[in-house]
């Protein structure tokens, strides 16, 4: 009964905010790929479903090429007083933090550059549930090993202290599908892309247009670090409920029939002429993973052919590398360089995943 009441409130998510859901019951980590003109408004939107819909806490993090160590290191982490209790509450459940912070009446955000925080001699900062990391990309690569070491292990310093990540953590990489590519590295451990543009709208921010973000303006601060969804409102999904979606995840059954099918997607994309590289083991086993987290989201409790096409859509988008028209492979054969220059000219990694959807038949 409690299971059936669950997916009836994932049927009300916007894409956006079964995206983030997805990443949490995975306890993995995603990329969200966005328009320039909509990257603050959609990170505007991602704080508040963190805050609104799973009552977490979250920090952001505008990265640019002279994002210091530092920064970042004290950038992810929210102060202590932000959980009241006990762990239970770093586990999803709404967090409080002190009235000298914020309005309860209303949702607001303040701005601290990690230059001016006031540390004391017992650092009781944690690092916060959900981390956004805006235009990663631009930052230094030791900014992106650092990303990287933080989504592997969990845990950062500080030059006070180690900080720990709560168990539901989850690092929400924010960029425009133009910019520069991130560290292959760090790109093989983001568990799944979202495409959002303007036009699909912002469900939470237009509903909560009472907001005002007054420290926007300010164009100095890297770190925009959270405060707590409004007063009384209580989270859509809780960590309670992220915990009963892992456990339907763990019964998903897979056919062989369609484990075979779902493998023959992996061998064309990797044999597709115009990839160079991106399909890894690890992609196989995010593969693997999201068509059995995507199960119970349909109330079902075994994998079909469409969840596996629907997951390739997802999961290899910000992974494939297209190949440069030298290194295609029929260059070795003897083709000429202008035909396949012209050939992969503007082939995109989402054309070469429908040819393979196309190209791969599905079992019955």
Sequence with gaps: ?????????????TDLELALLLSLTAGEHCIIQTDEEALDPIEEEIQLIASNVF???????????????????????????????????????????????????????????????????????????????????????????QALELLRTKRIFSRTALHSAPKSFLIVVLRTSSETPLVNHLVDHLFISHCHELDDGFANLEEGSGWIDDDRASSTSVVHRSVVQRSGQVPVFRYEDIRTLAALRDKVTIAAEVNSYLHNVVTFLRLHRAVGGGITPRATRHFNLLVKCLAPLHNLDFVTPSLVAMAARKIYPHRIEITKPENERSMQYGSNLAAVTALLKNVTAEQVIEEVLDAVEAPL
């Design 1 to 13: 009964m409690e299971e059936s009441a669950l997916i009836e409130r994932i049927q009300d998510l």
């Design 55 to 145: 009552g977490l806490s979250h920090a952001t993090i505008h990265c640019t090429s002279s994002t210091t160590l530092d920064e970042f290191s004290n950038g992810v982490l929210v102060d202590g007083d932000f959980y009241q209790g006990t762990d239970t509450a770093r586990e999803g459940e709404a967090n409080q933090t002190s009235s000298r912070n914020l309005n309860t009446a209303s949702f607001q955000s303040y701005i601290v550059a990690p230059s001016v925080k006031s540390v004391g001699k017992h650092d009781d900062r944690s690092v916060a549930s959900i981390v956004i990391l805006k235009k990663l990309n631009l930052a230094d690569e030791q900014i992106q090993i």
